[in-house]
């Protein structure tokens, strides 16, 4: 869940910061890198330390536990709205490829009128590769940062949830190919395949309800320091969010439905195995117990007189062939 604080309003808090001068950026350290453009600027700290958010305090408004948030990785999704600015913390997610699950990596943003910081791992690729091309590109610069703080945070979002949908796409590769696997002639580690696909789209899910929930309270609730239209923008990012929510609902329903055939098709082959193994079992049963009567230490031996000889084996034949047509007329093979 989306941990919101709530003192004035149904969903959000309106907190005051008094006795700190509005923020002004003066220089950057080495490990700060920086965007100016006209009267916006974006601050991007990549695997924040403590020598960052000490040079945070010092340049801007930020409440101390703000950027204490800033270095936990374990911080859980919130939305805090101060007078002078908005600090969220979201996960997204990143798919791990030796773990084989998907994992939250978090992003700590804050939103002043004419400034928005990012501090994040540095594992994000959408929000990187966006900041990189500011950076390099005028016109990129232009179009991201010559409208407001809030239009900007909306194309960091808008590129950190269409992030997702590969990652999604990938779980609906994976499930396909383990269907396959289910009903084909050889399905061995299956059952593994689908414990590591449930495990990842649980991971999943719980990365993306609470941001589901963070931008429906971004897309509802009018902010002072925002001057485009929250329900239009921040509304289609929470649709996209609702979409890739419902789609792993029903991939998860898929994985069930595929663990539980998994499990009957399982169970169907070792009985068909069984009962094969049954038959011949009682087939050789009647002829192991006349192998023993022969094999006794009496003389003379049938096997001694050609014609009992035959006679023995005749019998054997007719043994086995009355059992299979016993076995027939019960309807077991």
Not at 24 to 46: A, F, H, N, R, Y
Not at 70 to 94: A, G, N, W
Not at 191 to 200: F, I
Not at 286 to 310: E, K, Q, R
């Amino acid at each position: 869940m989306v941990r919101i604080r709530r003192i004035t309003g149904p969903r959000v808090i309106r907190r005051r910061y008094a006795g700190i001068a509005k923020p002004s950026v003066t220089g950057t350290e080495p490990s700060v890198q920086s965007i100016v453009w006209e009267k916006l600027t974006w601050v991007d700290i990549e695997r924040p330390t403590e020598e960052e958010t000490k040079y945070l305090a010092a340049n801007y408004p930020f409440h101390p536990l703000d950027l204490d948030d800033c270095l936990s990785r374990i911080q859980t999704p919130k939305i805090d709205e101060y007078e002078e600015y908005l600090f969220m913390v979201l996960h997204f997610p990143v798919f791990n490829p030796e773990a084989r699950v998907t994992t939250p990596s978090q992003v700590s943003i804050f939103v002043g009128e004419h400034y928005l910081i990012t501090l994040h791992q540095g594992d994000l690729k959408p929000l990187v590769s966006f900041f990189k091309s500011c950076q390099t590109n005028e016109k990129m610069r232009q179009e991201s940062m010559g409208r407001s703080s809030g239009y900007l945070l909306y194309l960091i979002l808008d590129r950190l949830v269409n992030y997702c949908f590969p990652i999604l796409n990938k779980i609906g590769d994976n499930i396909e190919s383990v269907e396959d696997r289910i009903f084909s002639e050889t399905p061995h580690g299956t059952v593994r395949e689908v414990a590591v696909l449930r495990r990842d789209i649980i991971s999943f899910r719980r990365i993306i309800r609470p941001q589901t929930e963070a931008v429906e309270v971004l897309e509802q609730k009018e902010w002072p320091i925002f001057k485009e239209d929250p329900e239009v923008y921040f509304g289609d990012i929470a649709d996209h969010l609702r979409k890739i929510r419902d789609t792993l609902e029903d991939y998860k329903e898929v994985v069930e439905g595929l663990s539980d055939t998994n499990d009957t098709l399982t169970s169907f082959r070792i009985n068909e195995v069984m009962r094969v193994l049954t038959i011949i079992a009682t087939i050789m049963l009647p002829l192991t117990l006349v192998a023993s009567i022969l094999g006794m230490n009496i003389y003379p031996m049938p096997i001694d007189d050609p014609a009992a000889f035959a006679g023995l084996m005749v019998a054997m034949v007719v043994i086995i062939v009355g059992m299979l047509v016993f076995f027939r007329s019960r309807h077991w093979i």
